[in-house]
């Protein structure tokens, strides 16, 4: 999938992925993340995987509805990063734009619509995965575009407690049950671009999650 390109100097190999190869990828946060990981591939450092968003390390894995154009492994010795870029995930996400644009995305799943855990022998705890998101662009003036992404996600897993307990004449009795753990999150990311001249663009960018 995607773009493959190899440094003569190095035997890295670079992967970009755009336009239709992100329409490849899972729509969830973490499953993006779990397989751009997957596919960096071991990391120079101890602590696995750099994700970079825009330039910047440590932020939050955009919605892929945002993201204009993925490079995994790209220039790996490359002086402006710490360390060497084997690992490296840049994820660049899209400008605003000359016109009006709006885009929405909605995913909804249920505990009909997922596997049964073989492990439980009691009731399941319901599982509900609800996502929305959306993004807005346009111009404002001749230099400036702007670009706002506002996303929800309210995700209800289960998880398993397969144990032996003590009954009241201390024998070990089996104790199977499950517990539901709901977790929410949000996010609001708007961006402001402005054009210097042809070959440079200002960006602000803020993400609040």
Excluded at 72 to 80: G, K, R
Excluded at 114 to 138: C, E, F, H, K, W
Excluded at 166 to 177: H, I, M, P, Q, R
């Amino acid at each position: 999938v995607g773009t493959v390109s190899t440094d003569p100097s190095s035997n890295a190999a670079a992967l970009v992925l755009t336009s239709s190869d992100l329409d490849a990828l899972p729509d969830d946060p973490d499953d993006l993340q779990s397989e751009l990981t997957a596919m960096a591939g071991p990391a120079a450092g101890p602590n696995g995987a750099q994700i970079f968003v825009d330039g910047f390390s440590g932020g939050q894995m955009p919605p892929k509805s945002t993201i204009r154009e993925i490079r995994i492994n790209s220039n790996p010795f490359a002086s402006e990063f710490d360390r060497p870029g084997f690992g490296r995930i840049q994820i660049l996400t899209r400008p605003g734009t000359d016109s009006y644009h709006a885009d929405a995305f909605v995913t909804y799943g249920n505990r009909v619509l997922d596997s049964r855990n073989p492990y439980v022998t009691g009731a399941m705890p319901d599982y509900n995965n609800r996502q929305i998101s959306g993004n807005l662009s346009g111009p404002l003036g001749k230099k400036f575009s702007w670009f706002l992404d506002l996303s929800k996600r309210n995700f209800d897993s289960a998880n398993l407690i397969n144990a032996q307990i003590l009954d009241s004449n201390f024998n070990k009795v089996a104790y199977n049950t499950t517990y539901a753990v709901p977790s929410e999150s949000w996010s609001v990311n708007p961006r402001l671009d402005y054009a210097i001249n042809n070959n440079n663009t200002l960006v602000l960018r803020y993400a609040r999650t």
